[in-house]
């Protein structure tokens, strides 16, 4: 059984220079930079990020080229690239090989949003190519819905590959997340994924809530 507070926490969809210097404060594990155009949180290509060497950036792609992600990896400094669209295992190859034929320490996520049932047989064929997967809720276009999925539904994980927990996940979730973490389905979870749940406006976070979110969630 795991402890909460073994759990890594992923503040996705941040933009606003004084309010990531204010989260890096909070020292999360890791920060989530959305590079897909026709997110509300898009970090277009004037956005400056200050780097803080502890956290690791993850940018998050959808049906993205190669070639962008890997401008973007040197541009911003990042640690991982999440892929949330529909990308292929053959594109995870690709991007890992190119990691490693540059010498980049980049880990992959790649994205598979649940609706009311899930087949995770398909995944299988991406884990020689994953470092984590992520599961969050499915809607009709890529990214969050700030709802949540049945977690229950993954009693049936049983890949090698550790994920995050993504979708809608707020405050109230606090006793949800004790429970889950005392039962198997929470096995190869590694990390927790909040986003606009805990927004003022998109892509600016209310840091005082995130602050009281992180104490409940380590003192459980």
């Known amino acids: ?5 073994d759990i890594k926490l992923k503040v996705c969809g941040m933009r606003d220079p004084q309010n990531i210097k204010e989260l890096y404060e909070l020292r999360p594990n890791y920060m989530g930079l959305i590079f897909w155009e026709p997110s509300k949180r898009y970090v277009d ?26 401008e973007k990896v040197i541009n911003y400094h990042l640690r991982g690239v999440q892929l949330h669209g529909s990308e292929s295992v053959e594109f995870c190859s690709k991007l890992k090989e190119l990691f490693l034929d540059k010498n980049l320490d980049i880990n992959i996520i790649k994205a598979f949003s649940i609706g009311d049932s899930f087949d995770f047989n398909p995944l299988h064929a991406y ?6 997967f992520l599961f969050d809720t499915k809607g ?12 229950e ?3 049936n ?14 405050e109230s979730h606090l006793l949800d997340l004790e429970r889950f973490f005392k039962n198997k389905a929470s096995e190869k979870c590694v990390a927790i994924d909040i986003n606009s749940k805990f927004e003022i406006s998109p892509a600016l976070k209310d840091i005082e809530l995130l602050k009281r979110f992180k104490t409940r969630l380590y003192q459980s």
């Open 157 to 170: 994980y049983n890949l090698d590959t550790p994920y995050f927990l993504s979708g809608g996940i707020s």
């Open 153 to 155: 539904l993954l009693k």
């Open 127 to 132: 884990e020689r190519y994953c470092d984590y």
């Open 1 to 5: 059984m795991k402890r909460l507070k």
């Open 45 to 70: 290509p004037n956005t400056f990020v200050a780097v803080d060497p502890s956290i690791q950036l993850i940018g998050v792609f959808v049906n993205e080229t190669i070639e962008l992600i890997l």
């Open 140 to 151: 009709e276009l890529p990214g969050g819905t700030g709802k949540s999925f049945s977690w």
